[in-house]
């Protein structure tokens, strides 16, 4: 009987080895969302100040907020998937992602709301 359980792992070793925090992918993926609200905030604001540029976004995928849109589930993926497929060194942190995607959702909202209130 000693030898069965000699075998199986010590659950309190494998719980130690365990470390709080998300995977590398996700994390790239946060940072990538972070990437992908700002610049969704970014495009709205320009397409409300700029009227050509309203133009030429909207002349480009027949309806500006087609085109935004587009832009900005392509960046998404494609900031990612280079950020997932880089050195893990290249996200520092645990939670940094998840705070920084948090920090960018805030900063875009506000952003709005102080452009189209005070517009």
């Known amino acids: 009987m000693s030898n069965l359980n000699a075998t199986q792992p010590n659950p309190a070793s494998a719980a130690a ?3 709080p ?3 590398h992918t996700a994390a790239a993926f946060a940072a990538a969302a972070a990437v992908a609200v700002l610049l969704n905030t970014l495009l709205a604001l320009a397409t409300d ?3 050509a540029f309203d133009k030429a976004v909207t002349q480009l995928g027949g309806n500006g907020w087609v085109t935004q849109g587009v832009a900005v589930i392509a960046v998404f993926f494609v ?3 280079v950020l ?3 050195r893990k060194k290249a996200i520092n942190g645990e939670f940094k992602p998840i ?3 948090f920090l ?3 900063v875009a909202g ?3 709301l102080a452009w189209f209130y005070y517009k």
Do not use: N
């Open 17 to 19: 080895q365990v470390r």
């Open 21 to 23: 925090g998300i995977s």
């Open 49 to 51: 100040y700029f009227p």
């Open 79 to 81: 900031v990612g998937i």
């Open 84 to 86: 997932s497929l880089r």
């Open 99 to 101: 705070f920084v995607l």
């Open 104 to 106: 960018s959702v805030v």
């Open 110 to 112: 506000a952003g709005l």
